[in-house]
T-cell receptor, first 116, second 114 residues
Framework: AQSVTQLDSHVSVSEGTPVLLRCNYS??????LFWYVQHPNKGLQLLLKYTSAATLVKGINGFEAEFKKSETSFHLTKPSAHMSDAAEYFC??????????????FGAGTRLAVHP | SQTIHQWPATLVQPVGSPLSLECTVE??????LYWYRQAAGRGLQLLFYSVGIGQISSEVPQNLSASRPQDRQFILSSKKLLLSDSGFYLC?????????????FGEGSRLTVL
């Protein structure tokens, strides 16, 4: 069965320092993986996606993630945090063989705080 | 380009009153449509999904229902709201025609039941 674990519920960084949000997944097949960002009282916005092409995926706003099959990880990184990055981040896995409608499994979310 | 609209953005309703949240998608045909709920501290919960007009699947038994009267319209309803229905409701769509499976979300509807 598919599952996704976001290892930190809260991450706090200083502006200008690197960001690392960790995600591990469990999948019987080669999954598709996504990172979404949600600002307060807003919908979720797609940051980036991995779909079995390049293992290092670049997304919007300077974020990137690396798919590591041996570690079953898909960690999200950014070299330098900006105040506007403060939000909640969701790691998502998709298993095309999980049922009739290609179910997405959402992680519990990581709240990123950025301090001046 | 495709857009998704959700309304109302904010709603305060008394217990026992009815509910109707509406979602429409533009710029695509035959999308898969979804309703999710975010309750405080409980993550994202899939409520309903639809693969076509009149086709609704429920993920969680509850006080809510969904309908899809038109290809790009998805409605979430309740006849009598409960306190536990409070939360942030998100509509989403996905195209399986040449897409890579990601969901596109609306801006959400904040429901407070008093």
């Amino acid at each position: 069965a598919q599952s996704v674990t976001q290892l930190d519920s809260h991450v706090s960084v200083s502006e200008g320092t690197p960001v690392l949000l960790r995600c591990n997944y469990s999948s019987s097949y080669s999954p598709s993986l996504f990172w979404y960002v949600q600002h307060p009282n807003k919908g979720l916005q797609l940051l980036l996606k991995y779909t079995s092409a390049a293992t290092l995926v670049k997304g919007i706003n300077g974020f990137e993630a690396e798919f590591k099959k041996s570690e079953t990880s898909f960690h999200l990184t950014k070299p330098s945090a900006h105040m506007s990055d403060a939000a909640e981040y969701f790691c998502v896995v998709s298993d095309p063989f999980s049922g009739g409608y290609n179910k997405l499994i959402f992680g519990a979310g990581t709240r990123l705080a950025v301090h001046p | 380009s495709q857009t998704i609209h959700q309304w109302p953005a904010t709603l305060v309703q008394p217990v026992g009153s009815p509910l109707s949240l509406e979602c429409t998608v533009e710029g695509t045909s035959n999308p898969n449509l979804y309703w999710y709920r975010q309750a405080a501290g409980r993550g994202l919960q899939l409520l309903f999904y639809s693969v076509g007009i009149g086709q609704i699947s429920s993920e969680v038994p509850q006080n809510l229902s969904a309908s899809r009267p038109q290809d790009r319209q998805f409605i979430l309803s309740s006849k009598k709201l409960l306190l536990s229905d409070s939360g942030f409701y998100l509509c989403a769509w996905r195209s399986l025609a040449g897409g890579t499976g990601e969901l596109f979300f609306g801006e959400g509807s904040r429901l407070t039941v008093l």
